[in-house]
T-cell receptor, first 112, second 116 residues
Framework: GEDVEQSLFLSVREGDSSVINCTYT??????LYWYKQEPGAGLQLLTY?????DMKQDQRLTVLLNKKDKHLSLRIADTQTGDSAIYFC????????????FGRGTQLTVWP | EAGVTQFPSHSVIEKGQTVTLRCDPI?????LYWYRRVMGKEIKFLLH????????ESGMPNNRFLAERTGGTYSTLKVQPAELEDSGVYFC??????????????FGPGTRLTVL
């Protein structure tokens, strides 16, 4: 099985909230990241959370971390059509300055 | 400040040919990473340079892949000979050296490689 799992697709209506989920098997990560990839562009760091935190809020973005269930989520409030993109969950698995472990990405489609 | 750049943006080659991908990291970033995403799958790590040294090359799929970073600036990833399963998007990322484990990796736009 995969180490980092995400559902592949999510569709929401403009103005609604979106919740993108990520589950993982290895609990050693220090930081957990959310990256966004817009069409034709590279990955852009959207937000991150330190492993000793349960929640982090940054404007329309809320990250929740449930270490017991090894579950990470990204909530986007008031989703806009410009939020349509692929969202990747990434973990460091305790590796300082090393590789990141990514999920398959969730394609978010926002309908007007 | 310029971001991470990659060249070419697209490459279409035939099986058995050779292709060289180039990555220019953000100036001053000692860490340089190569990743690959095969269609619909996760982004997988290939290798990590610190300056010109290979810190971790555990993700390199086989000896048809050769990565270099002479002088610790730009990096090249050569695939020789290319096989069909090498098709995918190759991402390069770079990050600064820092004392904390927070490691924001800045990604380039990727090179889409198609092997026919």
């Amino acid at each position: 099985g995969e180490d980092v799992e995400q559902s592949l697709f999510l569709s929401v209506r403009e103005g609604d909230s979106s919740v993108i989920n990520c589950t993982y098997t290895d609990s050693s990560s220090t930081y957990l990241y959310w990256y966004k990839q817009e069409p034709g562009a590279g990955l852009q760091l959207l937000t991150y959370i330190f492993s000793n935190m349960d929640m982090k809020q940054d404007q329309r973005l809320t990250v929740l971390l449930n270490k017991k269930d090894k579950h990470l989520s990204l909530r986007i409030a008031d989703t806009q059509t410009g939020d349509s993109a692929i969202y990747f969950c990434a973990l460091d698995r305790g590796s300082t300055l090393g590789r990141l472990y990514f999920g398959r990405g969730t394609q978010l489609t926002v309908w007007p | 400040e310029a971001g991470v750049t990659q060249f070419p943006s697209h490459s279409v080659i035939e099986k058995g040919q050779t292709v060289t991908l180039r990555c220019d990291p953000i100036s001053g970033h000692d860490n340089l990473y190569w990743y690959r995403r095969v269609m619909g799958k996760e982004i997988k790590f290939l290798l990590h340079f610190v300056k010109e040294s290979k810190q971790d090359e555990s993700g390199m799929p086989n000896n048809r892949f050769l990565a270099e970073r002479t002088g610790g600036t730009y990096s090249t990833l050569k695939v020789q000979p290319a096989e069909l399963e090498d098709s995918g998007v190759y991402f390069c990322a770079s990050s600064q050296d820092r004392d904390s484990s927070y490691n924001e990796q800045f990604f380039g736009p990727g090179t889409r490689l198609t092997v026919l």
